[in-house]
């Protein structure tokens, strides 16, 4: 009789166990992703502006959208902070990775996020990629293989390891290891840093080309002092985002069309911010676009 009723209390025991586990444990996970977090250097991380720890960084967080800031630390002064806007959803990984430079044009880094596919895959083995970059308009490599031109949506990608890597004339070359899953999606997108060797290059044809053809006094005030008119250039899509901020995490607000013309009424490290549809205002990449 005391062994029966032992063998019960130990199975009361479990089952209470096992009750704990699904409902404080795994059922708090299944609304929840992970975050990892990298910088080069080491940065504070701030999440919706609340202190959650230093680079390297990796938990599991409430699935949502967030701002993420990054802060250099120690004796970074000279280096750019980052910030943008990263999705985490359940129970897949939402990654970051900065290396911070001087300024914004000599950082570089990669955000993506993994999410389940919506619709039915080609096959069980089978998961997709979603690339986009500034500058817009760069070169995509997977596993060395040229697969086009940003934005661009990579679809039949074999499940597994793989390297994806983007460039641009001008720019650092950045790859990124990441593993495909059956059924998901990874959305990524790279930020190049500028190549110094490449600007100066380029500046010192500006100033030959200036200095061949140096205009007068008057002439040099007329052009400080007029807007510039630009012309959209053709892109891969047919179309160019107008974004809310100077970067790529913002929220895309409109679209524009190859030929459309703009006056420029802010630049700011690659991006115009023109005036479109009567008032409203918003930035676009300099890449595609023409000086009138």
């Known amino acids: 009789m005391k062994k029966k009723l032992l063998v019960l209390l130990l199975l009361i025991i479990a089952f209470i166990t096992f009750l704990g586990i699904k409902f404080f444990i795994l059922d708090n996970q299944s609304d929840s992703g992970i975050l990892k977090v990298l910088s080069s250097p080491n940065a504070s991380i701030f999440l919706n502006n609340e202190a959650i720890g230093k680079t390297p960084f990796e938990d599991r967080i409430k699935e949502g959208e967030y701002l993420v800031k990054l802060i250099p630390e120690g004796n970074a002064t000279d280096t750019a902070s980052w910030q943008g806007k990263i999705n985490v959803f359940r129970n897949t990984l939402a990654f970051i990775d900065r290396e911070l430079g001087n300024s914004e044009l000599s950082s570089s880094g990669v955000v993506f996020t993994v999410v389940k596919i919506a619709s039915k ?24 293989d040229e697969k086009g031109m940003t934005p661009l949506l990579l679809t039949r990608i074999e499940k597994g390891d793989h390297e994806l890597s983007v460039s641009a004339p001008g720019f650092f070359r950045r790859t990124q290891k990441i593993n495909v899953e059956a059924n998901y999606r990874i959305n990524t997108t790279f930020k190049l840093a500028i190549d110094p060797a490449f ?8 100033q030959d ?4 053809a140096t205009p007068t006094q008057s002439e040099s005030t007329d052009k400080t002092s007029s807007s510039k008119n630009i012309i959209i250039a053709d892109t891969p899509t047919g179309w160019l985002r107008v974004r809310t901020e100077p970067n790529l995490n913002a929220s895309e607000a409109a679209k524009v069309k190859p030929g459309d013309k703009f006056t420029v009424i802010e630049e700011q490290a690659g991006w115009y911010k023109i005036r479109y549809l009567g008032r409203n205002e918003g930035w676009i990449s300099a890449t595609y676009t023409k000086v009138q």
């Open 199 to 206: 600007k100066a290059v380029e500046e010192k044809d500006l």
């Open 121 to 144: 895959p080609f096959s069980s083995t089978e998961g997709e990629i979603s690339v986009e970059s500034e500058p817009e308009g760069s070169i995509v490599y997977l596993d060395n």
């Open 209 to 212: 080309a200036t200095a061949s």
